[in-house]
Each structure stands twice: as structure tokens, then as C-alpha cells.
């Protein structure tokens, strides 16, 4: 089947005209979940819970046998049926590759190098693909050469998702910008200075992961701002790794200076720096000094904090979301 992009994709999407077999792969993880999210939008909101099916490939309920069996049961509510199978580089790709790039347990990777899955069962139903049914595969990235990997290129819309298909060069800001910034600020009901998205372009430079963060952490920031300026670009965005001042990011919330520490927060994890180091020192800071300054201030940073820590622990979110979420918190902004 031809391939598909993203533009197209969403229309098809909209119309709700779904293929019998799709393939989402790419690193931009995130426009990635927005097309998922839109493709279990297509089912009613009420027969979502049993229409629709997320497993992940290669674990408890996520074998071949499994997937096919799932794709093949008759929606019990609606007239079609959706299973999204997530991390299917396990499927598509060698086992030692998809080891790489899978941050999941590695001692059960290396077992199951030991034990051959068997793709008969998706196979035999690629062969036969049922009209009321749709399976979407969701990888990171693919072997072409593998066998699996051809049968499903030969059956699927494929859609890539990577930082060569949606990257803007920087400079280009004179144009209208990249379709999908329009549409999240769109969404958002904002608008941005020209000077502003010039320099947001150039900072986020052909790193579509970065971009989208930037933007993000704008909107995040200049909530209830109709309009983001190229000041607002310069304080958030960071063009640059460097991080000066170890104590630069507790100082700037301390002086309620959100944007600065949300700058510095950027800093550190871009250099490299855990969100859960970064988590202690912030516990340490409202603990050991907070307290000394300003008390009323205390209880709800230390609210801020538990809820952060726990969400971290317990995968409850993106943890440079949940991070800069917290900082702002803090600030008093």
C-alpha cells in the first residue's frame, strides 16, 4: 500500500475513513500520540472501552496469537473494532535492534532472544485483513529487510513521524511556519509575533522533539496571553546547553522568577541532568531554606512536590512536563 503523510493521514482521519492496517513509525513520539488519539476519536466515546484495544507487542497480551484474536473479534458496540499495538519495533525489527532502541526491562529482551515468536497468527491475518476491523502498528523504527516487516509494508498505510518529515530549517520563519504549530496555537487561541516564531524556528533548529517542547513550555507559560512575543521566545527557549550555576534554577524560584527557572530547569535536563536529581534538590531547597523565608509558602510547594514525585514513580506523564509543571508551581506563578 502507497505511503501515507501526515497531512493526509489526518484528513482520512477526519473522514473516518480507516485502512484495515496502518503503520505509525518515526521518533516524533508525540505528533504520534496526537494521530492515535484521533484515530480512537473516530469510535464513539461511550463503545471506546469495547471497541477499542491498546497492547504492547512482545508482553502480556501482546503476542501475535493475541493480536490477531483481538483485531478479529466483533466490536461489541459501534461497527468497527481499533487495536493499536505499541512498541511493535519488537515485531518489526530484529530482536537485537529493537533492544536498542526499547527502554524496556532488558534481562526480559535478552530472554526473549531464547524464545522465537511465532508470527504465523498476524501473518495469516495480514493475508486476510477483516473490513470491520483496523490494526494500527506503532514503532519507533523498522527493518525493511525483515520478512514480517515486508508483509506489513505490502498490506498498511504507513505514515512516518520523524524529525526529517516535520522539520523546519531555521530561518524559514517568514513563511507561515510548520502546519502543525499553526494548528496548536490554533488550538490554544493564540497568536505569535513574526520576530517571535522567526526565533523560535531558529532555536528549535531541525530538532522537531525540541520544538515541540518549546512550544509547549510557551503555551504553559503565557496562559491567558493572547499573544506570544519574541521577549517571551527569549526568556522560555533556550538555545544553547550550558548551565553556569548549579544553584541558578532554586534561586530563580525563590525569587518567584518563573521563566528564568523554567530556562534553567531546560538547561539541565538537556545536559543531561535526571528529573529526579533535580526533584532532591528542590526537596532539599524548600525543606532547608524555603522554610527559613517565606513559611506560607511551604505547604503547598511541599504538596507540589509529592504529587511530582509520585506521578514520577508511577509514569503519570511526561517527566520534563510533569518537571517544568512543578517549577512553575513553585515559582507562584
Do not use: C
Not at 153 to 172: I, Q
Not at 261 to 286: C, I, M, Y
Amino acid at each position: 500500500m502507497p505511503f501515507v503523510d501526515q497531512q493526509d493521514l489526518g484528513k482520512r482521519i477526519s473522514a473516518r475513513r480507516l485502512e484495515r492496517v496502518h503503520l505509525f513509525y518515526g521518533e516524533d513520539v508525540k505528533q504520534i500520540d496526537r494521530m492515535l488519539d484521533a484515530v480512537e476519536a473516530t469510535i464513539d466515546p461511550a463503545d471506546r472501552p469495547f471497541a477499542v484495544d491498546r497492547l504492547f507487542a512482545g508482553e502480556a497480551g501482546g503476542y501475535p496469537v493475541d493480536i490477531a484474536a483481538a483485531a478479529r473479534s466483533l466490536p461489541m458496540l459501534g461497527d468497527r473494532r481499533i487495536v493499536i499495538v505499541l512498541r511493535a519495533e519488537r515485531l518489526l525489527k530484529t530482536k537485537r535492534a529493537a533492544r536498542a532502541t526499547d527502554a524496556g526491562d532488558e534481562d526480559a529482551e535478552e530472554r526473549a532472544d531464547d524464545e522465537p515468536v511465532d508470527l504465523t497468527p498476524l501473518e495469516d491475518y495480514l493475508a486476510k485483513p477483516p473490513d470491520r476491523s483496523t490494526i494500527v502498528f506503532v514503532a519507533t523504527d523498522i527493518d525493511r529487510g525483515r520478512r514480517f516487516t515486508k508483509r506489513v509494508l505490502e498490506v498498511a498505510a504507513t505514515t512516518e513521524f520523524s524529525h526529517a518529515t516535520a522539520s523546519v530549517a531555521a530561518g524559514r520563519a517568514a513563511g507561515p511556519g510548520p502546519a502543525w504549530l499553526r494548528e496548536e496555537l490554533e488550538r490554544d487561541g493564540r497568536q505569535i509575533e513574526p520576530a517571535a516564531l522567526q526565533m523560535l524556528l531558529q532555536r528549535g533548529g531541525t530538532d522537531i522533539t525540541k520544538l515541540r517542547a518549546d512550544v509547549e513550555r510557551l503555551l504553559l507559560f503565557t496562559q491567558g496571553q493572547p499573544r506570544i512575543t519574541a521577549r517571551d521566545v527569549a526568556e522560555i527557549v533556550t538555545d544553547d546547553n550550558a548551565v553556569e550555576d548549579p544553584w541558578a534554577l532554586v534561586n530563580a524560584i525563590g525569587n518567584g522568577d518563573a521563566k528564568g527557572a523554567l530556562k534553567e530547569l531546560v538547561r539541565r535536563l538537556d545536559n543531561g541532568d535526571s528529573p529526579h536529581a533535580v526533584l532532591g534538590q528542590l526537596r532539599w531547597w524548600v525543606s532547608a531554606r524555603l522554610v527559613e523565608r517565606e513559611a506560607g509558602r511551604v505547604r503547598p510547594a511541599v504538596d507540589a512536590l509529592w504529587r511530582t514525585d509520585l506521578a514520577l514513580k508511577s509514569s503519570g506523564g511526561d517527566e520534563r512536563v510533569l518537571m517544568e509543571r512543578l517549577v512553575v508551581e513553585l515559582s507562584g506563578k
